[in-house]
């Protein structure tokens, strides 16, 4: 299979190299699949370099006959640094023309350790006691955990106009199936405390950890599903290196 050709190449070239100095996040795009309660949509992932760490952008469409329903889009755009220890989140924005949810624009400023920024109408300033995430760089923070060693067992993430603790499990391996091909997968789980919604990344280590599959259910209820349709590792800027 083409992509199992892929995966080999990718693995030796931009992993197998790094073992010593510690494995780094490698750029890439993804497309995933999409089942949020009732409707479906395409999620489209990117991951690029920038001169002091990466922007990861994730958007969220409807498609099909969910466009009767739904309109618009969910665009996220997290900027972070990285070093040997993990990754740094630089700068958050979020906005979402499908739901009522409020727009985001917040920066982390680790010099006064505080994050800034607007919800909505609302200006927000949060008090920061060590490392904090946002919703897209956990994900990347994760991947870099599982790359050099394995997840913690806690993270701070940013939750509307406050900081909660999210507690990670590690859920074992099976094996999955998706549009992109079939793999052995390590399941990762996060709950925010005081939340219904639980998250779970079934990631893949010859992708670089990337999740081929996220899960999220609220009240034990399945309302969202995303399964990887296509992956295709870029130079960093967005340029396809296929």
Known sequence: MKL????????????????LAGASLAPHKAEYKVRISVLSGRLNTELRRTADGYVANHVIKPTGIS????????????????????I???????IDTI????????????????????????????????IAYDSVSIQYELMHDLLNGGASEQYVLFDIDKMRVANVTNVGSKQVRTKAGKFMAIGIRHQKEGSSRVTTLWCVEALGYL????????????????????YTPTDGQGASTQ
């Open 211 to 230: 999740p081929v599959i996220i899960e999220q259910h609220r009240k034990g209820k399945l309302n969202f599903r995303a399964t990887l349709v296509t």
């Open 99 to 130: 739901s009522d949810d409020p727009d985001v624009d917040l920066r982390f400023n680790w010099t006064t350790n505080e994050a800034v920024g607007t919800v909505g109408e609302d200006d927000v300033v949060l008090q920061l006691d060590g």
């Open 88 to 94: 740094k989140p630089v700068r958050f924005r979020a």
């Open 4 to 19: 199992t050709r892929l995966i080999v190449t990718m693995t030796a070239t931009l992993l197998a190299s790094q073992v």
């Open 67 to 86: 466009r009767l329903f739904a309109h618009g889009k969910i665009d996220v755009t997290s900027e972070f640094t990285t070093a040997a220890d993990g």
